[in-house]
């Protein structure tokens, strides 16, 4: 997986249309589609729901990471969409949804890699920052970009 190809500034959205999680990981899911990243977006937002049932992917810090993987998945990817005022994702608000799409071939280790790149991310204070309060989907993206080619 080339972690720098795995988001550009199309796939982040500080507007998003959705007001609910079923309809956010719908929104997300068409960035994807639009960008080339997925092939079925019924089956993926399926495979999404699917693993939300089996457990939250609520952060508890005010951000949701739903994923979702399999051969409709042409190239590993990460949307972010982020909400001016949280948006319930179970019982408690997100202000930030970080959707990662995860190709078949890159399904074992790659999946885990690509949670754990997030994760660390957002285990910075101020990463967090950036990400609720950047003015503009251009600096988060760099801000992001600049992190993955730190890792390489």
């Given at each position: 997986?080339n972690?720098?190809?795995?988001?550009?500034?199309?796939?982040?959205?500080f507007?998003?249309?959705?007001?609910?999680?079923?309809?956010?990981?719908?929104?997300?899911?068409?960035?994807?589609?639009?960008e080339?990243?997925?092939?079925?977006?019924?089956?993926?937002?399926?495979?999404?729901?699917?693993?939300?049932?089996?457990?939250?992917?609520?952060?508890?810090?005010?951000?949701?990471?739903?994923?979702?993987?399999?051969?409709?998945?042409?190239?590993?990817?990460?949307?972010?969409?982020?909400?001016?005022?949280?948006?319930?994702?179970?019982?408690?608000?997100?202000?930030?949804?970080?959707?990662?799409?995860?190709?078949?071939?890159?399904?074992?280790?790659?999946?885990?890699?690509?949670?754990?790149?997030?994760?660390?991310?957002?285990?910075?204070?101020?990463?967090?920052?950036?990400?609720?309060?950047?003015?503009?989907?251009?600096?988060?993206?760099?801000?992001?970009?600049?992190?993955?080619?730190?890792?390489?």
């Amino acid at each position: 997986m080339n972690e720098l190809k795995i988001i550009n500034t199309r796939l982040i959205s500080f507007s998003p249309r959705s007001r609910d999680r079923d309809g956010v990981i719908l929104e997300m899911t068409e960035m994807l589609k639009a960008e080339g990243r997925i092939s079925d977006s019924g089956a993926f937002i399926d495979n999404v729901l699917e693993r939300e049932k089996i457990s939250s992917t609520d952060t508890g810090i005010g951000v949701a990471i739903p994923h979702g993987k399999g051969g409709f998945v042409l190239r590993s990817s990460i949307a972010i969409c982020r909400f001016e005022e949280g948006l319930i994702w179970d019982s408690t608000p997100v202000k930030a949804v970080f959707l990662l799409a995860v190709d078949d071939d890159e399904a074992g280790l790659a999946h885990l890699e690509l949670i754990a790149k997030v994760s660390t991310m957002l285990m910075d204070d101020e990463f967090l920052n950036l990400l609720f309060t950047a003015g503009k989907e251009i600096d988060l993206f760099n801000e992001i970009f600049n992190r993955l080619e730190d890792k390489k």
